[in-house]
């Protein structure tokens, strides 16, 4: 008998203990699928009914599973066309591991973002930093959590760093002016069901902490970023952060982001710089929520996502075999 559940597709050890705790709480049936040691047929259609969540982490390769990171596409491809319904799906997922792509597609839909240029060789880089000018970062394309990104505030600095640059593992790099914020902190706007769920403003500690325009995570000496700087990590680690109510005009912005790409659950960062204007930098599709919930934001969003999994795992067909089981198990609790 095939039974309507939920699989949810993670890489990190700890992230997601929230969520699969919430899970068992409810009753809703799932599985866990860790990206480390997983397989797949593409032969035969993905086994239905299903609903699978994709939790995938793009920074996995700085965490030794660079080859899960290139795996995910395959496996969202194949269960998408076998009819597989996925949350954070195969083009939620393109857009989260290239930071090229969401520039794009900020240009696209006609938002503001930072300056950028994308780059194939550390030279470019040097060539492309002169033409926007100085303070700048440089990142990877496939990034997450802040990885492998440095702030530079002139071409010898730049130049002097060249052989040390690192573009991740598809190699492209981009080059992106820094954006001052204007009124000293950076916004972090999440969404559930593509819809606007809460946001967070992130301040620097006063020992000079300085955010950049690409995932707020830098350390203080502007070399390498660290996800100890992170938005969602801020309040475990002693940064400034306060819930915020962005305007309608910038939330609307957000859901039209989410929307474009396929984003259910996930999250945007912008910066209002020293001429009053957003920039938007930074589209994830990946959201642990910020840390600390009920103190900043007043109220669980591990709670609502569990909620809302639980009611699409109900929505699954109930023609097919086996789905008029899903209540006896969601009585039962069953895992």
């Known amino acids: 008998t095939i039974i309507p559940h939920l699989s949810v597709l993670y890489e990190h050890p700890e992230w997601f203990g929230p969520l699969?705790?919430?899970?068992?709480?409810?009753?809703?049936?799932?599985?866990?699928?860790?990206a480390d040691d997983h397989a797949f047929d593409p032969g035969t259609?993905?086994?239905?009914?299903?609903?699978?969540?994709?939790?995938?982490?793009?920074?996995?390769?700085?965490?030794?599973?660079?080859?899960a990171v290139l795996y995910t596409e395959h496996l969202l491809h194949w269960l998408e066309r076998s009819g597989v319904q996925v949350i954070n799906g195969l083009e939620a997922w393109r857009t989260e591991v290239s930071k090229a792509r969401q520039i794009a597609l900020l240009r696209d839909l006609g938002l503001p973002r930072p300056e950028t240029r994308v780059v194939s060789s550390p030279t470019a880089a040097l060539r492309e930093?002169?033409?926007i000018g100085f303070p700048l970062v440089v990142k990877p394309n496939i990034g997450g959590s802040g990885a492998g990104i440095r702030r530079f505030?002139?071409?010898?600095?730049?130049?002097?760093?060249?052989?040390?640059?690192?573009?991740?593992i598809d190699h492209t790099g981009l080059?992106?002016?820094?954006?001052?914020?204007?009124?000293?902190?950076?916004?972090?706007?999440?969404?559930?069901?593509?819809?606007?769920?809460?946001?967070?403003?992130v301040y620097p500690p006063e020992d000079g902490f300085n955010l950049c325009p690409a995932d707020a995570c830098q350390t203080g000496d502007r070399v390498?970023?660290?996800?100890?700087?992170?938005a969602v990590d801020a309040p475990k680690n002693?940064?400034?952060?306060?819930?915020f109510t962005p305007t309608a005009e910038i939330r609307a912005d957000v859901e039209?982001?989410?929307?474009?790409?396929?984003?259910?659950?996930?999250?945007?960062?912008?910066?209002?710089?020293?001429?009053?204007?957003?920039?938007?930098?930074d589209v994830n599709a990946l959201s642990n929520f910020v840390a600390d919930a009920e103190r900043v934001i007043g109220f669980d969003p591990f709670e609502r996502l569990v909620e809302w999994l639980g009611r699409e795992v109900d929505a699954l067909d109930p023609r097919t075999e086996g789905g008029a089981e899903i209540a006896a198990l969601r009585t039962a609790g069953a895992d």
Not at 156 to 165: F, K, Q, S, Y
Not at 224 to 229: A, D, I, N, V, W
């Open 20 to 34: 699969f705790a919430g899970l068992e709480r409810r009753g809703i049936p799932f599985t866990r699928w860790h």
């Open 45 to 67: 259609p993905a086994p239905a009914p299903a609903l699978v969540f994709n939790r995938m982490s793009p920074s996995a390769w700085q965490r030794g599973r660079a080859p």
């Open 129 to 131: 930093a002169r033409a």
């Open 153 to 168: 505030d002139s071409a010898d600095e730049l130049e002097a760093a060249l052989p040390d640059l690192d573009f991740g």
């Open 175 to 201: 080059v992106q002016e820094y954006v001052e914020p204007q009124d000293g902190h950076i916004v972090r706007v999440e969404v559930l069901e593509g819809r606007f769920l809460y946001a967070i403003a």
């Open 224 to 230: 390498e970023l660290e996800r100890t700087f992170c």
């Open 238 to 243: 002693g940064l400034r952060v306060e819930a």
């Open 256 to 281: 039209r982001i989410m929307a474009a790409t396929g984003i259910e659950v996930g999250g945007v960062e912008y910066v209002v710089g020293p001429d009053g204007r957003p920039r938007y930098y």
